[in-house]
């Protein structure tokens, strides 16, 4: 064997050539938050709170555990940024799919361009609602407390629609005296039940077929209506 063989290979493994660890690429921070807050959205979603560590959240992300501690100080700070995240991206785009309440309008063309815009909504975003409607046992209250307080900021908006349409709409001598609030409570609910369903089992009810059978119901409620 020749000298220039002898020295070109190496004698053990530890002069083998070290393969060097991948780097994730350098990128703007607020840009690195955001992947970081999806790969945190995704390990909820898909594991539960009880599996949420920055661990999990890096390996999701592909980075390593230094790049997750210079975007964020700990893993609280991570999650309360993910929440205010998503509650903006949800409350803002929830009230975005339903018609201004204070504009007046048939009440049937109103509820149909709702269930139109809460069915993209659900369609486009999964993920979050996911995490608002199918919420994992494991949900801290800290939480779950600020999802409720958003329905109930929900509720009182349909509720205000539904007090505006009664009294434009309802002929207080012939027709059933109906509470607004109490209605709102019962729309939101039948609303949060056709979400789950649109999210567990896709297809089961087609969004033309529920804005038929909302609008024969608001025509049943409010005949001055139709």
């Known amino acids: 064997m020749s000298y220039a063989a002898k020295v070109s290979t190496p004698s053990s493994s530890s002069e083998r050539p070290r393969k060097r660890r991948p780097y994730a690429p350098r990128l703007p921070l607020a840009q690195r938050r955001e992947q970081l807050l999806d790969a945190a959205l995704f390990v909820i979603v898909n ?12 390996t999701r992300a592909g980075v390593a555990r230094a790049v997750v501690y210079g975007a964020y100080d700990n893993l609280d700070a991570l999650l309360h ?5 998503q509650q903006v991206r949800a409350f ?7 018609p ?8 049937a063309a109103f509820v149909a361009e ?17 995490l608002i409607l199918l919420p994992p046992g494991n949900m801290p209250a800290a939480v779950r407390d600020r999802i409720e307080a958003d329905r109930e900021r929900f509720r009182l908006r349909v509720e205000a629609w539904i007090s505006r349409t009664l009294a434009t709409h309802s002929d207080p001598k012939s027709a059933p005296r109906l509470d607004a609030r109490v209605l ?3 729309l939101v609910a039948c609303a949060e039940h ?8 896709p297809g089961r009810f087609e969004p033309a077929h529920l804005i038929e059978q909302v609008q024969v119901m608001i025509g049943a409620l409010l005949p001055q209506a139709r």
């Open 47 to 58: 594991d539960g709170y009880d599996r949420i560590s920055i661990d999990a959240i890096a």
């Open 114 to 130: 709702a269930v139109r815009g809460m069915s993209a909504m659900l369609r486009d975003d999964p993920d979050t609602w996911r």
């Open 81 to 85: 940024a993910l929440l205010d995240r």
């Open 100 to 107: 201004d309440p204070y504009v007046p309008q048939n009440p």
């Open 194 to 201: 056709f979400g789950v369903l649109a999210l567990t089992d």
């Open 92 to 98: 803002d785009r929830l009230l975005q799919s339903i």
């Open 184 to 186: 709102a409570h019962a």
